[in-house]
């Protein structure tokens, strides 16, 4: 479900534009100034931004260029002229796409999937993220979900080994090299800390666990993760 943030001064035009793509299965939160913006920003992940360019105080095209500074989500831009330089400069500051009002709701909806698919592909390319079976591993946010939109959560050192399990799947790697990629301190230098952290991995992605089927023992070598990775 992505997350869309309306930024809109005119509070008729921001429910009304909230309540539609609300009933499109989009996530959405809503701000009146860049101020109210920053706030969602810094404490929630958003996939795409529409931004009135004619915001009191900080204006569209300022949001566009500091968000594109630091952040690769897709970014609309929404205003009631029909102004060409309005239009070149949000571009050039990063926008990804442009609207005037009064917008066609379908139009703008297409142009949102548009860019939601493009972006995705996007980070995709940037980001490890790895599905096997019915999870999601997305290596650099730190993220292990099940498809049914749980969240699996892992210590620092069963993320640390089910990223060197995963990244070499297929491979069997011994006891030695996962223990060199465990960083805390807690677990010293004993090689049977592997097998510990093997078991509450199993734990939590195994179906049965005493016949795993993602992690399998290579029996006097080590382990290795034999789920199909897509």
């Known amino acids: 479900m992505a997350h869309i943030l309306i930024i809109e001064d005119e509070p008729v035009t921001r429910a009304t534009l909230a309540s539609y793509l609300d009933a499109q299965g989009y996530r959405i939160s ?4 860049a101020d109210a913006a920053e706030m969602i920003l810094t404490e929630q992940d958003v996939d795409l ?4 360019i004619n915001l009191p105080g900080k204006d569209g095209l300022q949001i ?3 968000q594109r500074a630091k952040s690769d989500l897709g970014i609309i ?3 009631g002229r029909d102004d060409d330089v309005d239009r070149i400069v949000g571009l050039e500051l990063g926008a990804d796409d442009y609207v005037c009002k009064p917008f066609n709701r379908r139009e703008l909806l297409a142009r949102i999937k548009n860019l939601l698919r493009r972006t995705e592909d996007i980070r995709r390319l940037s980001r490890r993220i790895y599905q096997f079976g019915p999870f999601r591993f997305d290596v650099t946010a730190r993220h292990l979900q099940s498809d049914d939109a749980k969240v699996i ?5 069963e993320f640390e080994m089910l990223d060197c399990l995963v990244s070499r799947a297929g491979q069997v790697i011994t006891r030695d090299a996962l223990m060199t990629r465990i960083t805390h301190r807690q677990y010293g230098a004993n090689p049977r800390t592997v097998d510990v952290l093997i078991r509450r991995l199993r734990a ?13 023992t290579v029996h006097g070598e080590g382990y290795v993760f034999t789920a199909p990775i897509s």
């Open 204 to 216: 939590k992605l195994e179906t049965d666990p005493a016949h795993p089927r993602v992690i399998t």
């Open 30 to 33: 809503e701000a009146e100034t």
């Open 153 to 157: 959560p892992l210590t620092r050192a």
């Open 49 to 52: 931004l529409l931004v009135d």
């Open 64 to 66: 566009t260029r500091e």
């Open 77 to 79: 831009l929404v205003t």
